[in-house]
């Protein structure tokens, strides 16, 4: 690490160590300043919600879009927290149902790995807390994207490793996978499943939020090619600083699931739990940046110039 970087770093590393209730106490300061200063993408943020929820008034709507700005700074604080929070301390707030279960459930028909889908939503950065939970000889895994920016990117493989996951690069996941499987090995893999996809990785459509909405498909079909257990995690905040997650069956047969249901069954429990709470969800990602009417244009130049 650079000396810049760690001069940085130094003061936050410092943060970390405050009581969590001494951060909330600054993640109230910063949303003033989010929400009603800098105004972070505030825009993208409204008309999301507007689309998604058409039927909600547009005081709801204001409801929602503060309750989530503040949330946004809750996630920063806990971010923060995780440069020094024990092993102890994270299993006491984040706390799995299920996951012993769907183990079991994986042993007793003989497979090798299970994927756990979740979305950007609540705190994903502390479910990856989950490794610490599996049974012995069961290896912790999550997916995710390089950040272009290098500082940033090990901060957050920090992060997200210390509680035993290996960290495995999205353009690496199939070949980790497969050398995991030649190894003999079970692995436990979490994916946030929730990305916006680039055009020429978008392959099918399904109606989520209101929105004709294309899906990342690499879940649903590794998880064929490997005859995985597919499973969603469904998370709750039961109040500040807690997050319960419950495990809950997308697939247990992948291979027997027609091609899409997978990934349609996913969007539509994604879209359950943000429903029931949508404030817990990164409506700062502008989600439909690409639609299907621009995907079709593309796909009828592609075949017009071959």
Known sequence: MKWYHKLIAAPLWAMSHLPLRVLYVLSDIIW????YVVR???RLVHRQLKESFPAKSARDICLIEKRFYHFFCDYLVETLKLMTISHDEIRRRVRFYGLKESQLEMKRLGRQFIFYNLGHYGNWEWIASFSLHLEEGLMGAQIYHPLKNRMMDGFFIH???QFGGLCIPMKETLRQILTVRREGKMEAIGIIADQSPKWEAMHHWTRFLNHD???FIGTEKIGKQVDACIFYVRVTRPRRGYYDCYIEPISMNPQEVDDYGITDRYAQLLEEQ???QPELWLWTHNRWKRTKEEWLER???TRKSS
Not at 32 to 35: G, M, Q
């Open 159 to 161: 992060l997200r490793s």
């Open 299 to 301: 796909q009828e130049q």
């Open 40 to 42: 972070y993408r505030r």
């Open 213 to 215: 909405t294309s899906f």
């Open 32 to 35: 003033v300043l989010v929400y």
């Open 274 to 276: 943000i429903k029931e």
